[in-house]
Every structure is written in C-alpha cells, then in structure tokens.
C-alpha cells in the first residue's frame, strides 16, 4: 500500500492505523511526503519516536518496565525504514486483519502528541 494522499500528520497516522493491520504478511505500507513542512511535522516528531520506540519493545517487565505506544500496531511490525521523505512500514508474519472493526482502526489520541506514551514518558532524554 503507498499513502500518495494529504500531507496532513493526521491523515498520514490514519493510514497506518487502517491499513497496516489489512495487509499480508510480508507487505510494505509506504508513507511518502513527511518532509518537514508544518502539516506533516507532527508525524515525524511525534509518530515517529513512538513507533520506533515500539519496533525496539524489550517486553520483560522482571529486567525493566517497558509499555507499548501503539499495542495494535506492534505486534505486527517487521521493520520500518526511512529515507528523506519516505518511510516504509513492514509487516512481519502475523496474519493480516481484514475485517478488522473500524473502531480498532482508529488512530489512538497520542498518536501525534510525545506525552501521550507514557513508555516515552518514562525515558529519562524526553524528561
């Protein structure tokens, strides 16, 4: 899937949220056009960090508390590679989701604000 639409922060995170749980195993959801003009900067600054964050969960609470930003999204990320303007998503082997309820779809309300994440919260640098 290639999100060629808005440039909106918004609409770039809703399309994450929608579409990568639909697709195959394997899959590629490419996000183009986050440069850093003002109506997309939201998704590189604030969406960005957490779904690395996220890509990089150490999960074991008995060596150190860690929490998901994104619960519905990690369990299904292989990868995530960006470059200038464009960042690709990849699906690891999880089933895909296609009927997925579209309220599970929605993109949660801290998905472009840092503070939202409390995994990030309890970073030492963000404090």
């Not at 995170?13 to 003009?37: C, H, K, N, T, Y």
């Amino acid at each position: 899937v290639i999100d060629d639409a808005s440039h909106l922060a918004t609409h770039m995170a809703q399309s994450l949220f929608f579409w990568f749980p639909r697709i195959e195993p394997g899959g590629l959801l490419v996000v183009e056009d986050i440069q850093p003009i003002q109506e997309a900067n939201a998704f590189r600054t604030q969406f960005l960090p957490q779904i690395m964050k996220d890509l990089h969960f150490c999960g074991d609470p008995s060596q150190a508390p860690d929490a998901l930003c994104f619960p519905t999204l990690q369990p299904l990320l292989a990868s995530i590679h960006c470059e200038m303007h464009i960042c690709t998503f990849e699906r690891n082997d999880e089933p895909a989701m296609p009927d997925l309820s579209l309220e599970l779809s929605k993109t949660p309300p801290h998905a472009l604000d840092l503070r939202g994440c409390q995994a990030l919260l309890d970073t030492p640098v963000l404090h």
